[in-house]
């Protein structure tokens, strides 16, 4: 294919090489260089817009993507797009040599800085991009006094920032490098309920990368929540941690003597979860030394203490594990909350209400999604929720009984200690738990925090200094920003579970079909889809009837085809997989990826539904057809030859036939154990698969057909003449195992010249010649016309396999066509229950082709079997479209995210542990 488009290219048909590398790229054995072939040829065929984005595409792939950059640079500039041309030739300036040619074409790109008179304020920006904004304001009212300016990115609050009069009104904001997501913007400097001055600028060079996560530890870890009265606050506590914790941990309520007899009644009710264990204090210890008392209960767990008055929210114990684990000496994370002062958000240091109608799930769910993970270092922790490390308390010690024996400020001085001592502390940016804010305090609260800081002063004075990162620090800035966000996004529609699909090739029915189901569930799930050819692998998300790339890497170490792993997958993936907090993972096929999937799939948290579209899961030769050409159908036959792989390079494997094949259904079934659901699309396929693989569970199994929607169904088959061959439309990728063996038998034995087959798509092993006319592949959509032009009286599928559905089947009923099937339980199981069609045994090559020629001469029976197709159309093919599946599909995922929440739970009822 490569060399093909070599030539293409040499000779000038960019056309054709377009199309020959957008094939090669797209293959098992391609390479960034050839994605940057294909953006020259699509430049040099007059699609412009098309190679901007595959030079982009090898740009992140590349180890030096500065020449597919610097190309992109220069078309960008060609099509008129100045300023994502700046920004491209700004990511090229720190280039040595490259440097000269960027800054001679910024020098035609810059923008000038822009000023206006807003109201009683005069504006100048004079920098703006995705590092910073800088610039000069000024009162004409007030001359001298200093300005409160508030700037807005894309019209949505970022930071408010002060134009200092002493320095002649100069403001000055810095962003985060990850903090705009875009390529363009929108930066508006106003002061409150002015418009304000806008100018629109280019992010300058890529978006960092993010880096893989480490998977967090999944030991044990111990939750502490002291206990005193509030008992409306500790029902909804509970309520929430009950439903919304998942993982290995132990939950400890510590009441510290409680004088409200409703207290004693709710714990005696949580005490019957499995891992929830209940402590009381014999007299009131106060706060501290009752979190000393669960820390030393806590042995040698990792721990969270959790005040009885905040209210959790889904995934919030995986997120705090998370952040942990970026960094082994993080001593402790605190989320983000509505009321936790410096830790609040939106606004910092206020109450965050939500508007009436947004849940707080919907709220963490979509504050989680617009999150960064830059985990930003600040320099203590907030005790309302904060996870802290074994190893740390270990070094340091526990709490200061002595000098915070009630309370307020003794996290803030453990922390203090800790940092001084190598500890880091951060602010997990993704989690968001709410708070009621110290009811058990009531008016002791003031009191408390006044003698809190002043041992703080004393002890640490730096603390005051250190803390105004809270305020300062660009990451923050960042998570109050994407916060704002995440409120606009939920009060505009409420979150969407998510659903990853993953798919292998870009060929045959699966890709089609899983795009109708990914379109057709897009009201309740948001899809996005996982790729891999082996060596790259791609993240991209439906957004706007269009594929969004999300996420690429090269694989340096490529997936094995024997051991069916890559640990460069397993780390990317399961990271993304972690960090975009998918709810479920449907695979549709798991050739080329990591057999680990389901389990790194179960590790995040996420329901894995696995559905069969061959026979991948029995044998690499996925038809099940062997080395001879006969089907085996799971039950190895004789033979020396051994059958080939279909993915994979024919000496990837050890011997499959009668050997290794067993191996590999073993360890396929080991990695499907994790699965919460199986779909199949007919009850065949499910017998042979749990034939063959009986370690799996036959009540997770779903039956679901493929559905498909047809804009207009037609009639095309045409009228046979007179002494005309019988005209046989082939549809379909048309390999060995799909019937050019039987095509090429057939066309021998016609001398007479009965038959004419049209093949419609691909078919390398077969030649044009008499009787056999190759159409070239088609797009979907074109097929009706396509097929019109042809003229068909009949059409075929001549799989010598049985296939788990036929999409080429259906498309051929579609357009009206009635259709000879051989004798595979799949396919003749759909032909004898609609009528449509013919079902023919191929052990006999010259009865079958007399059976075919005297189909032609019964008018009656080629007429009774075109009203049943007709029928079909009018029933089945009307009703079974893509709502009927998307409909079996969302029943089947709401059953397994249940199953995979279920098993998940840290406190499900039962026996106390």
Known sequence: MLRQADRARDAGDWTAAAALYEKAASGPQASPEIVVQYGHALKEAGRGDEAVEAYGRAALVLADPSDAVLHRAHLLKQLGRIEEAGAAFKGLVDHPDLREEAERELAGLAPTPVSSAVEDCEIHIEKASNREVRGRAASRSQPGADLTLEVLIDGTLYARARADAAHGGRFALTFDR?????????????TAGAEGTTVRFERSGPRPAREPAPEPDPRRLTIIVPVFNAAQDLAACIEHLTQHTTGAAR?????DASTDPAVGDILAEVARRRNVFVERNVSNQGFTRTINRGLAWAGHDDVVILNSDARVTPGWLDGLRLAAASDPRIGTVTPM?????????PEIGKDNPLPDGVSEADFALAFRRRAEGAYPSVP??????????????DEIGGLDEQAFPRGYGEENDLCMRALKAGWRHVVDDRTYVFHARSRSFGAERETLAQAGA????????????????????????????RARLALMDVQRARPRPRALFVISTQTGGTPKTNRDLMDAVRNDWEPWLLECDSRTVSLSRLAGGKMILVERRLLNERVDPVTGVSHDYDRFVGSWLRFHSFDAVHIRHLGWHSRTLPVLARQAGAATVMSFHDFHALCPSLHLVDADGAFCGGTCTQGAADCAPELWPADSFPRLRNGWVSTWRADYERALADCDAFVVTTQGVQDRILRHLPGLSADRFNVAPHGRDFGRFSSLAAPRREGEPLRILIPGNISEAKGAGIIRALQALDVERGLEFHVLGNAPSLSPGAGVILHGPYKREQFPERARAIRPHIGAVLSICDETWCHTLTELWAVGLPVVVLNFPTVAGRVEQSGGGWVLDHADMPSMLHRIIALGENPMDMQSKQDAVLRWQKTTGRIGGTAAMAARYLAIYDAAVDRRRMLQAAFPMGAPA
Do not use: Q, W
Request: aromatic content about 10%.
């Open 337 to 345: 909350s509505d009321r936790a002062g410096a830790f609040s958000a």
């Open 178 to 190: 990850r903090l705009l997501r875009n390529e363009r913007h929108e930066l508006t400097v106003k």
């Open 251 to 255: 939950l400890l309520f510590i009441d």
């Open 380 to 393: 203590t922790g907030n005790g309302f929720c904060m996870f802290i490390r074994r190893a740390m308390l």
């Open 454 to 481: 002043a041992v703080l002063a004393r002890r640490h004075p730096e603390y005051s200094t250190l803390i105004r990162t809270f305020e300062d620090g660009e990451a923050l800035r960042m998570a109050r920003y």
